[in-house]
């Protein structure tokens, strides 16, 4: 019986949130398709860029909350909240599948949910009944110890847990900004450039392939890296994805579209059930 995949979700600018374009529908459809073919998820583990630290930090307050965690946007997208239970027990849990792995970590009692992570869940679980322990990223660390981190994770498969990492498949502001302020972008249909079509389409290819090795060295590897992603921070949680379902069974993208020319939002799901997740949203 296949268990839930664990998912890597592009989250993109803020803006998702009340500009969903193509993505937003994505979203709306994936919840109600994991729960037609998995079952509800009894939790979710979510790691975004944007909650970070020295080490994983597990947020396990009882409840939370949109953290509203930007600047210079329209007035209403600091109007739009999301509040879903915590997870206490489940950070205990995570806290001692950690200590197994050997996994340097710490507890927290801090709640919230910033914009990679809310800004996703609102859109496949609007009414936040689905509890959530947020995980702090530790972007200092290599994406083998983030693929560590993941296959620490991956007993929550079974355990009915959806492991989720928010991040970007692309990421470089400058692209997409420019000399503009952050609420004008420029055209969300810009035309892809072709640094960023190559930059995905090694990324599915190696992934395809269960080219573990390489996406570990994407840094070597992956054509226009340094440019599609200067900093590793939204790129780590892919890993993250990667090391909860494995390559061993097929990894499949569930999602692609590029916003601003750059700004990539693919979507992609890890581990034996990705294939029937597939199914059920091509339906």
Request: glycine share 10%; net charge negative.
């Amino acid at each position: 019986m296949d268990t839930l995949p664990a998912l890597f979700v592009s989250h993109g600018s803020p803006m998702l949130a009340l500009e969903p374009g193509a993505t937003g529908p994505f979203f709306e459809r994936l919840g109600p398709a994991l729960a037609s073919t998995f079952g509800a998820p009894r939790a979710i583990v979510v790691v975004s860029p944007h909650t970070a630290a020295r080490v994983p930090v597990l947020l396990g307050s009882a409840t939370h909350h949109a953290v509203h965690d930007f600047g210079g946007f329209p007035p209403a997208l600091y109007e739009l909240q999301y509040g879903p239970p915590g997870a206490p027990a489940l950070a205990q849990r995570v806290g001692a599948l950690f200590d197994a792995a050997g996994i340097a970590h710490d507890h927290s009692d801090d709640a919230g949910l910033d914009h990679g992570m809310w800004s996703v869940l609102r859109f496949a679980w609007p009414g936040a009944e689905i509890p959530v322990l947020p995980i702090a990223l530790a972007p200092q660390q290599d994406p083998s110890r983030q693929w560590a981190i993941g296959a620490a994770l991956a007993p929550l498969r079974d355990e009915g847990v959806l492991v989720v990492g928010s991040g970007s498949l692309t990421h470089n502001l400058r692209l997409v900004f420019g000399r503009r302020r952050p609420d004008q972008l420029g055209a969300e249909d810009d035309a892809e450039i072709p640094e960023s079509r190559a930059f995905r389409d090694w990324v599915r290819a190696r992934v395809a392939a269960g080219d573990r090795a390489a996406l570990l060295d994407y840094r070597a590897q992956a054509p226009h890296a340094a440019l599609m992603h200067p900093t590793d921070e939204h790129w780590l949680p892919f890993y993250i994805a990667a090391g909860a379902g494995g390559l061993d069974a097929p990894a499949l993208r569930l999602h692609e579209a590029v916003t601003y020319g750059c700004l990539a939002m693919d979507a992609y799901a890890f581990g034996s059930g990705a294939g029937r997740l597939a199914e059920t949203l091509r339906h």
